[in-house]
Each structure stands twice: as C-alpha cells, then as structure tokens.
C-alpha cells in the first residue's frame, strides 16, 4: 500500500515550461530497464500461484510507493534524455509561481524539492511521476478489481477507478500538493489494463508450464502510455485550499497560463498536439471520468484548459 511517508514526496509537474524543448525518446532505455525488473521478478514467482497473483506481484515489482526505485533510477541515470528546469526559471515563469516576493522562499524550496522532470515517450511528454502512477496505483486499482469482481455486487472497473478518485481528492492529490490530476488517472488505468493483459485476453503476457511462470513476450510501455499522460494535453484542476506544500495552486495558475499561449500557438506545441489528436483513444477511465465531471461529482478542469485559455 501507498504510505503517507512516500506520498510526501509525490512530484508536480510543469508542462508548460518545457515546451519547445525537443527530448529523445526514452522508450527504448525504459523498455530495457523494465524487462530487467519484470524477468526477475517472474523468476521468483512461485510456481503454485494462480496468475492473477503472478501478476499482482510483477505490477508490485515495478514500484508499489510514488517516487518508486524504478523513478529514482531514471532520476540518476544519464541514458534518459530528461526536461528539469532550474529553479530561477520555475520561479519566474511556472504557472505554479505567484512571481511576488511573499512566497519566494516557499517557492524555492518547493521547486528544489517537488518539481519533476518530463520525458518523452513514444512522442507523448509526461512527468516522471506518472510512472511511479502506473506501477504503484495501477497495483491498487488490480487488487481493488479482483476484490470487487469477487464480492460480485459492483462494477469491478469503477471499483478500481473509485481507488484513484478517493486519492486524488484526498492523500494523493488535492491534501498533498493541491492538484486532482487527471493524467495520474489515466496513468493509473492503463497500469491497471497491464495488470489484466498479464492474464486475460487472446494472448496473455504470463503463460504457466512445468518449470513455473515465463512472460510471452517482452514489455513495451509505450502500448499504455497514451497523450492523456500529459497534464498540458489532458489538464488538472487545481485547488486554492490548504495543502502540505503549502502552496496554493488555483489562482497562481490561471493567473499565468494566459503567459503561455504564444508558446501554444508555435508549431513545436501545434505539432505535438496535432499528433496526439491522431493518436488518442478515449480509455474506459475518461469516459467514467467524463461522465462524473458531466454531473459535477468531480472538479471541471476545463477553466485551466489551456487550448480554451488560448482560444484565437
């Protein structure tokens, strides 16, 4: 289970900074790396198990906590092309800044310690973090899938759904940082359809014989992560309420969003956004999500959408 501890160092992600900054595809180091942590992990898999415990087990060996081994080492390796702004330019152009004096030296320490990298991944930026999300809360939807597909009274994929919800609004989102994240969800989900592809559909991932458990074939992350892993693309809603960052995020960030619509307009970001119009699939987690922002049961991210901010 997540813990309060590792959930104090959840990172926040600023997108817009980074645009124009062109990053190599990391997909091919992550695959490598995450091979080398699913193969070991199916190796100690005992062989008695049942697959939908294989697979709890190989999701859990990827990084169960935020800020997980497999985040810090991407961290600290120099093989991952990575975006991480200093902290002057946080301060003075971050959408997270309040860009006065009352806040500077609680600002600097939040940028030292909270801002998270960006890399690219099959084309799509996303926040480290996000990683860290689809391992870890991609575990806890699993488990609350099984247990809710066993009680047999609930829709077993809103049960798991209900698990990402309840963290945004409270220990994971809205109490830490101030953020419901939108893209944390959906990194989320398909962590979760990892889960499930270990065991079910026409060709599992997880296959059984004589000798234990073997995997069919090798891992591609860039099969779940998806445009909407990007909080520039797919927006957050941001509270102004107290937080454990101390930070509040609302007025800050509608106050400097509109600074960046000339970057929205260049063809670096046209470009990326175009290509993930192409790309994009609505999972069965937006369009759940889609249908609680509809009845107001969750926050409407749209004032901080910046494609309406920046409307011609």
């Given at each position: 289970m997540v813990t309060v501890s590792s959930?104090?160092?959840c990172g926040e992600v600023d997108h817009y900074l980074s645009w124009g900054q062109t990053l190599e595809d990391a997909s091919p180091i992550l695959n490598v790396k995450l091979n080398e942590i699913i193969n070991s992990t199916v190796r100690s898999l005992p062989k008695d198990c049942s697959c939908k415990e294989a697979a709890g087990m190989v999701l859990s060996g990827l990084g169960v906590s935020l800020n997980s081994n497999f985040e810090k080492w991407i961290k600290e390796t120099d093989k991952v092309d990575k975006f991480m702004p200093n902290i002057d330019l946080a301060l003075r152009e971050s959408i997270f800044s309040d860009h006065n004096s009352k806040w500077s030296q609680i600002e600097r320490a939040f940028f030292t310690i909270q801002l998270d990298e960006i890399i690219n991944v099959g084309g799509v930026y996303l926040g480290l973090d996000k990683l860290s999300h689809f391992s870890g809360s991609g575990y806890l939807y699993y488990q609350a899938y099984r247990i809710s597909k066993k009680a047999g009274n609930v829709d077993p994929?809103?049960?798991a759904i209900k698990v990402g919800i309840t963290g945004e609004k409270t220990v994971i989102g809205r109490m830490v940082t101030g953020v419901f994240s939108y893209a944390d969800l959906e990194a989320n989900f398909?962590?979760?359809?990892f889960g499930l592809d270990?065991?079910?559909g026409v060709d599992p991932f997880l296959q059984h014989s004589k000798n234990g458990w073997k995997f069919s074939r090798p891992f591609d992350i860039r099969s779940y992560v998806n445009p909407n892993w990007d909080e520039s693309y797919n927006p957050s809603f941001y509270f102004d309420g107290l937080n454990l960052m101390l930070m509040p995020k609302s007025t800050p960030a509608l106050n400097n969003l509109p600074a960046?619509?000339?970057d929205f307009h260049s063809s670096f970001v046209q470009d990326l956004f175009?290509?993930?119009d192409s790309i994009q699939?609505?999972?069965e987690?937006?369009?759940h999500l889609d249908s609680l922002i509809s009845i107001k049961e969750l926050p409407d991210p749209s004032l901080f959408n910046i494609k309406i901010i920046c409307v011609d």
């Open positions: 959930l104090c160092f994929i809103e049960m398909q962590g979760f359809l270990m065991c079910e960046f619509c000339n175009q290509y993930y699939s609505r999972s987690s937006v369009i």
